[in-house]
């Protein structure tokens, strides 16, 4: 967070997606910019964090911006870390209250090795040839 600007409220990216139906969350600017540079709608969260076992959770207002828009549906590409993975379930809950569709990338189950970590900026390009075919299907 910067002085003046809370990520909190705000999803990075919104502002270029006119009507979309289905939206991709990642974390990060620079993964929000690699899936719109391969033609998947994304926004960025700006983070996620873990806090004493709170998981993180998607403020109404930022769940409102996302309703505005005619979102009516949200596949989660969080990166396949600890926070990452505990955001998922608070992500969840908080659009699910509103009645949009969540799914889960889990990009976890492309990794070879349970130990390694991925990040949806340098995901393999399988990953985001998955993606886009979904994102079309839904």
Request: glycine share 8%; proline share 4%.
């Amino acid at each position: 967070n910067s002085k003046g600007y809370q990520s909190r409220n705000f999803w990075y990216g919104l502002n270029f997606e006119a009507n979309p139906k289905v939206i991709v969350i990642v974390e990060g600017p620079f993964d929000m910019l690699r899936f719109r540079s391969e033609g998947i709608p994304a926004i960025a969260n700006l983070g996620v964090q873990l806090r004493n076992d709170a998981t993180e959770t998607v403020s109404d207002e930022k769940v409102m911006q996302l309703l505005s828009k005619g979102c009516t549906k949200v596949i989660l590409a969080l990166d396949a870390d600890t926070a990452g993975r505990k955001a998922v379930e608070g992500f969840t809950a908080s659009f699910a209250k509103w009645g949009i569709e969540v799914y889960d990338l889990n990009l976890s189950r492309y990794l070879k090795n349970p130990d390694d970590k991925m990040d949806p900026g340098n995901a393999p390009m399988e990953v985001l040839q998955d993606l886009k075919s979904f994102v079309n299907s839904l």
